[in-house]
C-alpha cells in the first residue's frame, strides 16, 4: 500500500482523541459507617403519622454489631454487618407476644423490613432505611 501523507497525523489524533474520552479516574469516598445510636421512628410507608394509637413509638438501636429494634408490641435483637449503606442482620430474634391489630400488621412489615437488608442513609440526626417498597425514617434519640 503507498504511503499517503496525513495518514499518520490523522490516525495520531484518533488515538489522542480516544484517549482523552476515557472516564476519568473518579476519587473513591470514604465508606459508609453502619448507623450507631439509638433512633425512633418518625414516619413509614406501612404507619400512617409513623405509629400506631395507642402503642409506644417504633425504635431501633445500634451497638457495638448488634440491632435491637422495638415495634411497640415486641422486640427484635440480632447481629449487624453490612455497611456502605446497606444493612445485614444475622438472625433477627423476636418476643413472640401476641400483638393486637393494627399493631401485628405494623409489627409484620417492620421486622420484614429489617430482616430483608435494606438500604440506609444518616442525614445528621436523620436514619433513612427502605427495602422494596417499605421506607422508614427515623429521629435520632438520647440513649434510654
Same mark, same amino acid.
Given at each position: 500500500?503507498? $504511503?499517503?501523507?496525513?495518514? #499518520?497525523? +490523522?490516525? @495520531?489524533? !484518533? ?7 476515557? *472516564? ?24 400512617? $403519622?409513623?405509629?400506631?394509637? #395507642?402503642? +409506644?413509638? @417504633?425504635? !431501633? ?7 435491637? *429494634? ?33 399493631? @401485628? ?40
Amino acid at each position: 500500500m503507498p $504511503h499517503r501523507p496525513g495518514y #499518520g497525523i +490523522a490516525a @495520531a489524533l !484518533l488515538i489522542a482523541l480516544i484517549q482523552g474520552c476515557a *472516564a476519568p479516574e473518579v476519587a473513591k469516598l470514604p465508606p459508609i459507617p453502619l448507623p450507631e445510636g439509638h433512633w425512633e421512628l418518625v414516619s413509614a410507608t406501612f404507619a400512617e $403519622h409513623g405509629r400506631i394509637p #395507642g402503642a +409506644a413509638r @417504633a425504635t !431501633l438501636a445500634f451497638s457495638n454489631g448488634q440491632l435491637s *429494634a422495638f415495634s411497640g408490641c415486641n422486640t427484635a435483637t440480632g447481629e449487624l454487618t453490612g455497611g456502605d449503606g446497606q444493612l445485614e442482620v444475622k438472625e433477627l430474634a423476636t418476643t413472640r407476644r401476641a400483638c393486637p391489630e393494627p399493631l @401485628a400488621w405494623f409489627e409484620f412489615r417492620y421486622f420484614r423490613m429489617l430482616r430483608t437488608g435494606p438500604s440506609y442513609h444518616v442525614d445528621g440526626d436523620v436514619l433513612a432505611i427502605g427495602a422494596g417498597n417499605d421506607r422508614a425514617r427515623f429521629r435520632r434519640v438520647p440513649a434510654p
